[in-house]
């Protein structure tokens, strides 16, 4: 007797594999596809863990099976006291700060008005890496938000105008002739920036550097910021 769930095909084109009974709260588990796996030592990481997410970065843009290299889970403490999480883009990273934009009126913007305070995580899987990263975040600049802003798509640009985020909406065709009516207004003109809609900064208190390891021995290190901005690098079990 199994239960019902089924996962497709493994990697290696054996059938596919069916989650035993019995097994309670637990979920049945795809089979997991073995990656070539090289241990990771400190004298490969950077002394600085600014320079050294650029690399691990610049690695995921570069790997072909990594469909967005910078997507991350960013995760506030939400207005009711729980936390949430939610995917959004790495959109810049300047002076130490991990950059991102949204709608100020969304759930993650009141939260973060309220809570100014957030993790980001990246998960790399064809590289078997990820990143976590916390710390207090801060409104961009006006000029910063302006800026980035006037390089986004036009129908972005609207899209920011249009978007009630995180109200309901009775249908998706309210949205769309919102849309036509901001296309009509702004014809012929450049799209300003709305004034709730802006980006914020997080600068890191600590961030931490995850590889895969064979039978879940793993290899961890995390960097944490001291006093005078001096950051200290350790191993952690995994």
């Not at 895969?212 to 995994?238: C, K, S």
Request: hydrophobic share 35%.
């Amino acid at each position: 007797m199994v239960c019902g769930r089924l996962w497709g095909r493994n990697p290696a084109g054996g059938r596919a594999r069916a989650c035993p009974a019995g097994t309670g709260p637990h979920l049945c588990s795809p089979p997991r596809t073995r990656r070539r796996v090289v241990g990771l030592e400190r004298e490969d990481l950077s002394d600085d863990p600014i320079e050294q997410f650029r690399a691990w970065f610049a690695d995921a843009e570069a790997a072909p099976a990594v469909a967005q290299a910078n997507a991350m889970c960013l995760s506030t403490l939400g207005e009711d006291g729980f936390p949430q999480g939610r995917i959004v883009l790495l959109k810049g990273l300047e002076e130490g700060r991990f950059v991102f934009y949204t709608n100020l009126d969304s759930a993650k913007g009141r939260s973060l008005r309220v809570h100014p305070r957030a993790a980001l995580t990246f998960w790399w899987e064809p590289l078997g890496r990820q990143v976590r990263i916390t710390g207090p975040v801060e409104p961009v600049e006006p000029e910063v938000a302006d800026a980035y802003f006037a390089s986004r798509p036009r129908g972005s640009q609207l899209g920011a105008w249009a978007s009630e985020q995180s109200q309901p909406l009775d249908q998706r065709a309210t949205l769309e002739r919102r849309v036509r009516t901001l296309e009509q207004e702004w014809e012929g003109r450049a799209v300003s920036r709305p004034p709730h809609w802006s980006g914020f900064g997080l600068t890191p208190v600590w961030i931490e550097f995850w590889q895969d390891g064979a039978f879940r021995l793993h290899d961890r290190f995390r960097y944490e910021r001291g006093r005078g901005g001096v950051w200290t690098l350790t191993r952690l079990n995994p």
